[in-house]
């Protein structure tokens, strides 16, 4: 019992390296919960300097919303980390069990790969259903795999997909669609097997039947219409894909090449070298697909990269069991085992000491601190705050309106039926709209600015705007600002 708990103890270690602090996303997930427990579904947005506009709005995510909202209620901001870190070791068991299937139960394979899949999940924010989905994903895989070996047990399916399909419309439907697209490569296998061509390159003698495939992709639409918003649920996730003002401001959305160029070239090289390999040794079709597919998605929008690995990681699983035939003596697995969680033990103990351990940001807070100090000194409410992205959304937290937040996709004019904000947002940054002109547009009472924003220069030479708090760390090169308006003053004094 004891050699079996430090295995998985170890494996799933790298997962609690990094630092405590909590997505974004969370930040305007708690109001939204609160929402929906006291109103109902929103179909306009809130919470933005923009609620008296009628924006059409869809909570996407609002089961997972809700669920963050009665966690916060129940445990403060913590419980949510906790809940954060039990999801990352849930994504991370279900790849170790995949993989275990994949590599015909190659535990030592399984194991370093899961391991290092581990340092991984540390780039996914906790505290947002992108790795629910990714386990709902996994889980997928899983079936199919084992249905592969076990055809006999199509039936399962007809639970679980519809399952599938309803929490993930539920908790993040602009990813729901994944659930069919991870279905491709097997109907891919399906049909092509049938090719003198392709069964001659690829196993396909354990390939699932195109007529059970189809009725898995049925009930995975059908029930997925289980949702508050009906058929606009179903297409949210497409709605919002290519807006250039979204692509601008979400990083994630950007071309792998803008951001990691060096990714941009080794995916492709990568891929080149694991064809050449499957061609080689006559495997089967579909993971091979998954992985080529979901390279294609992380070169154009960098945030599929979240499925590329996992698939890569399937792929290279199935490629070790023959390229890599190596076995330990059951003394040299425990002398590892202890040595492995000796060291582990020790880097998590100083990450746990010399981390900070605040869930949100200092410098917020302080931000925020200060803004308060100032209202309260002047005898007024804080009012319009121009804020956007991550301290947007951590401001809605607060409950004070903001320019946007981190919901950006509700921002374009594309899903709100209004007006584009985000393509407003751009042309002051690129300076194709004069910031003054800009302003007089709102009325902001505050401002709370990072150093990429072209505001927290422009404030800064403009004598009608007083700097209130600054917080500044050279050797990354980040800074945020608070300013107040003193024009609000002569408004206010005006009236």
């Not at 969370?26 to 919960?33: E, K, N, R």
């Not at 160029?261 to 993971?287: H, N």
Request: glycine fraction near 6%.
């Amino acid at each position: 019992m004891g050699k079996t708990c430090g295995y998985y103890l170890l494996m799933v270690s790298g997962c609690f390296l990094g630092g405590f602090i909590i997505g974004c996303d969370v930040y305007y997930f708690i109001p939204s919960g609160a929402y929906i427990e006291q109103y109902g579904f929103p179909h306009e947005l809130s919470f933005s300097v923009h609620a008296g506009e009628h924006f059409h709005y869809i909570m996407q995510q609002w089961l997972f919303a809700l669920w963050d909202w009665k966690v916060y209620q129940a445990f403060g901001l913590y419980g949510i980390l906790f809940c954060g870190y039990l999801a990352n070791i849930a994504f991370l068991l279900l790849l170790h069990r995949l993989l275990l299937c994949v590599s015909g139960g190659r535990r030592g394979l399984a194991f370093a790969e899961t391991f290092l899949a581990g340092f991984f999940v540390l780039i996914l924010d906790i505290g947002r259903p992108y790795t629910l989905t990714c386990c709902f994903l996994l889980i997928e895989l899983l079936f199919l795999q084992q249905l592969r070996a076990h055809q006999e047990q199509r039936r399962c399916g007809y639970v679980l997909f519809p399952l599938l399909s309803v929490l993930e419309i539920n908790l993040h439907a602009a990813m729901w669609p994944m659930l069919l697209v991870f279905l491709l490569p097997y109907f891919f296998e399906s049909a092509l097997g049938r090719l003198t061509f392709f069964s001659s390159r690829f196993d396909s003698t354990h390939a699932l039947p195109c007529r059970t495939l189809a009725v898995y992709a049925g009930l995975i639409f059908v029930f997925a219409l289980l949702n508050p918003y009906g058929l606009e649920m179903l297409g949210y996730g497409i709605s919002n894909c290519g807006t250039p003002s979204l692509r601008y401001i979400v990083e994630e959305m950007r071309p792998l090449c803008v951001r990691a160029p060096f990714l941009a070239v080794l995916i492709p090289v990568f891929s080149v070298y694991m064809i050449w390999k499957w061609l080689r040794w006559r495997f089967e079709l579909p993971l091979l697909l998954l992985m080529l597919g979901t390279g294609c998605m992380a070169m154009i929008a960098e945030r599929s990269l979240f499925l590329f690995f996992p698939c890569v990681m399937l792929a290279f699983a199935r490629l070790g069991c023959r390229e890599f035939p190596f076995s330990c003596s059951p003394r040299q697995k425990r002398r590892m085992l202890c040595v492995g969680t000796s060291a582990m033990s020790l880097l998590l103990l100083a990450n746990f000491i010399l981390l900070p351990k605040n869930v949100i940001p200092a410098e917020w807070s302080a931000g925020l601190q200060a803004m308060r100090e100032d209202a309260d000194a002047q005898g007024r409410d804080i009012g319009d705050v121009y804020a956007v992205m991550d301290i947007g959304s951590y401001l809605t937290f607060e409950q004070i309106p903001v320019y946007h937040y981190s919901c950006s996709e509700a921002f374009t004019e594309k899903m709100n039926r209004r007006r584009d904000v985000l393509a407003e947002y751009h042309a002051v940054q690129e300076q194709q709209l004069p910031y003054k002109e800009f302003l007089q547009r709102y009325d902001f009472h505050y401002f709370f600015v990072k150093n990429d924003d072209y505001l927290y220069d422009a404030l800064a030479s403009d004598e009608n705007y007083t700097l209130l708090y600054e917080y500044d760390i050279p050797q990354i090169d980040f800074s945020v600002c608070v300013y107040r308006s003193d024009l609000w003053n002569d408004r206010s004094v005006g009236k």
